[in-house]
Structure formats: structure tokens, C-alpha cells
């Protein structure tokens, strides 16, 4: 395929994916079930932070942690109690426990008691075409308080050469806006040029195979790549392309 070929064809498949439908099966589906911004965000960031595994189970845990919440996310962090804490003590999703979930809802009330918000925190670090270090100072921000040490690891570092692929997918769900309605674009304050394609097993094989990545691990420095290929392809909207490879890979078995 030339170049123009192949933009011409993820192109297609974007238009396929990038839909209504996508949502039934995927974990975008949890911030979507609220209205206000930062039940949305909070909504999306917990589920974003589970998204590895079984997407079905991912869902059913994600929905789980909602109700847990009183299905009020926002209010839950802002006026929880410790007693409030010791109910998520028994929730699980893989690695991430009862204990990490308890220590996310303390940063999440440190971010928006102290630091003006999610949105607040990524935007102030944010690079005109990289929210890499974005989600490096995040993470900072986000452990300044006291917390377990095993619960950083549910926040991977792009500059540890990570490729984040749960919080890359989360920032595409805050920041993205269309009108296809996936993506909830409720972010003004950062431009969907600076987003990072959530680079995971299924996309970085399908851009593998097509020919637009050549690392073969998933990591920081394949990320780096891909995104170049993608921003070429698209300069103002570069993640639209993870629906194309992440639909080919997963729905197509390309």
C-alpha cells in the first residue's frame, strides 16, 4: 500500500469504528453515563485505570465501582468518610484492590481540593504536540499525599519510557471532540493534536502489520513513533486512528 493508500484506508475504518455502537462494548461506556464534568472525569479516570484484561470483566468492575460511589463519583471523593473507605476494602480488578482504590479517591479529592481539578492538572504541563510530561507531573500531583507505594504502579509514566496506554485512552476520551459521540470532549483547555495514541497488544500489532510501526515492544519509544506516523496522517487529530487500528485488531482479528 502507498501512503495515500493506507491513510485512505484507516480512514474508512475510522469512520467505521468511530460510532455510536462502540460504545456498547467498550469502557467509555462508564463516564458516559453521567452529566456533570467532573463526575464524567472521575467516572472516566477510575475506569480508564482498571482498563486492562477482559474488557467484559473490565465493564462489570468499572460499573461495580461506580456503585460503590453511590453512583455519585464527584461527591464521593469531595465528602467520602474512612467508613465510606473500608466499603471498597473487598473491590478487585486484577492487581488494583480495595486498598488502591481507597488510595485513588484520597489523591482524586487532593487533586480537586488543592490543584483546580483533572483537567487543571493535565493542561498545566501541557506541550503543544505531547501530554507525556502532562501525565508524568500528574502522576507527581496526584502522590504528594500520603499513600501506599504499590498503588503507583496504576499510573504508569511515559517518561520511564511507559506507553501508558490506560491514561493515553483516557485523555482521548476527556479531550477528543467530533460529533460521532464516543469521545466525550469535555476538556477545552488541551488540543486533540497533543494526544498519544493508547498503544496496547491489538493496535501496535495492526500498525505492525501495516507497516507504520516497526518496535516491537509496546513501550515509550514505539509510542514516540507511532504518534509521528499518525501525525502525519492527521495533524490536528491523530488519535482518531486508534479506533481504525484497535477495531481491525480486535474486531476484525487483521
Given at each position: 500500500m502507498t501512503q495515500k493508500e493506507l491513510k485512505e484506508f484507516l480512514d474508512e475504518k475510522v469512520i467505521q469504528y468511530n460510532n455510536q455502537d462502540f460504545i456498547d462494548s467498550d469502557p467509555v461506556q462508564i463516564p458516559h453515563l453521567f452529566s456533570q464534568k467532573e463526575d464524567i472525569e472521575i467516572a472516566g479516570f477510575l475506569s480508564a485505570t482498571i482498563a486492562w484484561g477482559n474488557r467484559k470483566m473490565i465493564i462489570k468492575n468499572s460499573h461495580q465501582m461506580m456503585d460503590l460511589m453511590g453512583n455519585t463519583p464527584y461527591d464521593f471523593v469531595m465528602s467520602?468518610?474512612?467508613?465510606?473507605?473500608?466499603?471498597?476494602?473487598?473491590?478487585?480488578?486484577?492487581?488494583?484492590?480495595?486498598?488502591?482504590?481507597?488510595?485513588?479517591?484520597?489523591g482524586l479529592q487532593h487533586i480537586y481540593k488543592n490543584h483546580g481539578g483533572l483537567e487543571a492538572v493535565f493542561a498545566k504541563h501541557h506541550e503543544k504536540d505531547s501530554l507525556q510530561k502532562s501525565i508524568h507531573e500528574f502522576k507527581k500531583t496526584f502522590f504528594e499525599i500520603d499513600h501506599l507505594p504499590?498503588?503507583?504502579?496504576?499510573?504508569?509514566?511515559?517518561?520511564?519510557?511507559?506507553?501508558?496506554?490506560?491514561?493515553?485512552?483516557?485523555?482521548?476520551?476527556?479531550?477528543?471532540q467530533d460529533t460521532k459521540g464516543v469521545d466525550l470532549g469535555i476538556w477545552k483547555s488541551i488540543s486533540p493534536a497533543a494526544l498519544s495514541c493508547p498503544l496496547d497488544v491489538h493496535s501496535g500489532n495492526v500498525a505492525r502489520?501495516?507497516?507504520?510501526?516497526?518496535?516491537?515492544?509496546?513501550?515509550?519509544?514505539?509510542?514516540?513513533?507511532?504518534?509521528?506516523?499518525?501525525?502525519?496522517?492527521?495533524?490536528?487529530?491523530?488519535?482518531?486512528?486508534?479506533?481504525?487500528?484497535?477495531?481491525?485488531?480486535?474486531?476484525?482479528?487483521?
Open positions: 467520602h468518610s474512612e467508613d465510606d473507605l473500608v466499603r471498597l476494602e473487598n473491590f478487585v480488578h486484577r492487581t488494583f484492590n480495595g486498598k488502591d482504590f481507597g488510595g485513588f479517591i484520597k504499590r498503588t503507583q504502579k496504576h499510573i504508569s509514566d511515559p517518561l520511564n519510557n511507559s506507553a501508558a496506554k490506560r491514561i493515553n485512552m483516557y485523555l482521548r476520551w476527556m479531550v477528543r502489520k501495516l507497516g507504520i510501526l516497526t518496535r516491537k515492544q509496546n513501550d515509550g519509544k514505539a509510542l514516540n513513533e507511532l504518534d509521528l506516523k499518525l501525525r502525519k496522517m492527521d495533524a490536528q487529530d491523530p488519535v482518531k486512528y486508534d479506533f481504525a487500528l484497535f477495531g481491525l485488531g480486535v474486531f476484525e482479528g487483521f
